[in-house]
């Protein structure tokens, strides 16, 4: 076994120029170097060959589709794949003396890169009321505990379960299946924080959630737009995708505030061109936007093809599919054209003559696909920018066709089939007499917490349990100081992870930690070896098959515990008095059958679940299933059973004279809230994550250097102030008055209640702050220390949440 570092790494920031392409031979040096740090060469080796092969491991990374069979690479994995795989198999360990050492008031103040390097996670561990360790307690015991604490409760919905896009369907079945038997909607994820405005703007306009392409499509578009994500880095083997779409003669325009390495040159390590050659030019243009820009494009995009119509009538706008598919089309057109070109040219930064450009391009193009992720979900007004991008592909029918529609880029590896699996606080109707003929109970009807409505409703003490499925809500949240504050106010958190997290030393008075397998492990349950099941980015459901050995004899799956969690809870459980209801026998699940051998919940899953008849049969097929899609079908599941043109209003964003907006996003070498070093090479940041992006201009203006210290100052409403301390400025090519960070360091300064509206998603990429020069933050500090202090609300942040890890010295 490998030691762990036990100090922090030293921070020493280098700064070099942002790298002009993504992926090439050196990629897969780096992946390398990682694996070897974290495991040993052979089970690095036997991991990386059978990731995302047919029967092998879905890689635990993001979303992105698989190549037909037959048409995977040998290494069917990215460099960043690679390290996120190679991090869970790590070979360090995180045991009960580990917690003897480490009081949890000093892994509180440990960074989010350090608590991850410590090693996985060994046995189950309670933090018990007032005490500052961990100590180890019996599965038997935990799950005892966890049980008593949920049948005590004075209503079910003072509980809350959160999951995380890594669950596999399995599991997401079971644990919504528990919460729902137990009595509760309050079926929070990683989701809200994600693609919540894509699912909830699709929905409404096409009658799905999900996106209408699949990989081919992607290979024969004529134009692709990706609009606010970073591919090189997130999904990396996109690239291979968007690679493809060129050879046959695709376009590709990319709109981001930031010249990302991978929008520019891809060199495939695949390929011989890519080894030695110069590589393939991703982005045919680049649309340098401002932040929160993008709506106003697509209306100016779309007011400029309504005017070509107009002069060309019938060559344009696709009027069959019009006609015939969607409703609202007059509303929309009124609207569009009375769009302003000055306010389109303030919002985007971007010159009428680039617009008409890509206009020009569309008119050339008769397959078009857009591409988005969090660049576009993450903003106040994320909701009608989806809905303005599908006005957009619904003038030209570029919807249920071949090589055309829409592709949300999802994140984690199984976050869409969570969903899919019933992992949301409004499930539909539907869903829900499904669950009651197979199961025989009615479930509850009434909506549960999402995850910013979680957090109030924790704050304000009406949630007394947490449990998570995979994660790290602490960090993953906004608003660190409430969040941590809302953790702190439960009687009782258990998280089931495979790693340290932030979540297990922020936690309720009691915490539970329940260390589970990993998705590259092998699952042995009684009736033999088991496979789990996922959903990526275009539907496509197949198969993963953990093969290394597990990190330790003490790890239960995901599935057991949920499983003996729900038994414990349900079948055993006291009679909940709140409302006299006893839970005892209400419902009839199978859970110790569901324990021993997933294909029974795979069965139940396909009596319940839409596009599941005969899953356990079709899921082992090379390839698996791929789930229809209503909108490839020409069927819209809307009210009016059309596709719906809508109607967008805008206002430019309030932000004053020598203020940012600041977007938090994802560097190079993290996986979310776990960062796997402290270097970003594609943006030429060495060293530190502290950096604030800053285009050099505004720099001048605001009177900042180089290198210079500065906090980051939220600015929303007066009652709190939300600080993010000791940033080192880096002048950046970002467009005026747009800055960007990394998360989840900057988490502090998302306000909880700055969401995109009809969502509530965080609008994490929207964050208005001022940078406050170091001297300035000391004399800032130094006058309230001389003013009598008033006694505070427990809701505000007594101190600035991110001094402690990681955070350099003034
Ligand atoms: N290696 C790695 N892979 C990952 C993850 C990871 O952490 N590490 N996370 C996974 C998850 S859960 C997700 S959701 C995805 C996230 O994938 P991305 O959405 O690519 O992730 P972000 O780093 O948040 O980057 C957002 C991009 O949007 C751009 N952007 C910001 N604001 C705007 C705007 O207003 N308009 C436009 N047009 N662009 C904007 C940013 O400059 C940046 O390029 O990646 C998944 N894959
Ligand atoms: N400011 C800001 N905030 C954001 C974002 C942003 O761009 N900016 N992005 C948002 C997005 S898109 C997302 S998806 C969320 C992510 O939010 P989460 O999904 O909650 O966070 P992760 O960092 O992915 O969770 C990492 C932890 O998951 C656990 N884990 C890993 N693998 C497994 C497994 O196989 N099983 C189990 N049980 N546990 C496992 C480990 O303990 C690890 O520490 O964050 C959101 N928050
Ligand atoms: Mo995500």
Redesign the pocket.
Known sequence: MKKPPSEEPEERLTVTPPKTWAAGVPAVGHALAYSLDETSVRRAGTTLLIVNQVHGIDC?GCAWADPAPGHRHRNEYCENGAKHIND?ATSRRVTADFFRRHPVSELGRRSDLWL?QQGRLTEPMVKRPDADHYEPISWHDALGLLAEELTSLDTPDEAVFYT????GNEAAFVLQLFARAFGTNNLPD?SN??HESSGFALHETLGTGKGTVGLEDLHHADLILLVGQNPGTNHPRQLSALEQAKLNGGRIIAVNPLPEAGLLRFRNPQKPRGVIGPGTQIADRFLQIRSGGDLALFQGLNRLLLEAEDARPGTVLDHDFIRSSTSGFDEFSAHVRTVDWDDVLTATGLSRREIEEVRDDVLRSERIIVCWA?GVT?HRHAVPTIREIVNFLMLRGNLGRAGAGACPVR??SN?QGDRTMGIWEQMPDTFLDALQREFGFDPPRAHGLDSVNAIRAMHEGRIKVFLA?????VR?A?DSAVTEEAMRRCRLTAH????L?RSHTVCGRTALILP?L??TERDIQSAGEQFVTVENSMSEVHTSNGRLKPASKLLLS?VAILCRLARRTLDEGRTLDGEGRTLDGEADIPWDRFEADYGAIRQCISHVVPGFHDFNRRVVRPGGIRLPNPVNEGVFATPAGKALFTRNGWAAPDVPEGHLVLQ???SHDQ????PYTDDDRYRGIHGSRRVVLVNPEDLAELGLAEGQSVDLVGVWDDTVERRASAFTVVPYPTPRGCAAAY??E??VL?PLDSVAESSNQ?A?KAIVVTLEQAEQAEQAEQAEQAEPTEPTEPTEPTEPADTGPGAAPR
Request: net charge positive; with cysteine; glycine share 8%.
């Open positions: 635990p869970e991850n995380s896009g890594r669950a990683c924080m994600c969090m993450q994140g984690h976050v499925l995979a994660g790290n809500f993953a906004p089931i992870s495979t790693k997290n589970t990993g998705r995901e938090t996003l994802r996986w979310n809230t776990v998360f989840p900057t988490q998302v965080p994490s």
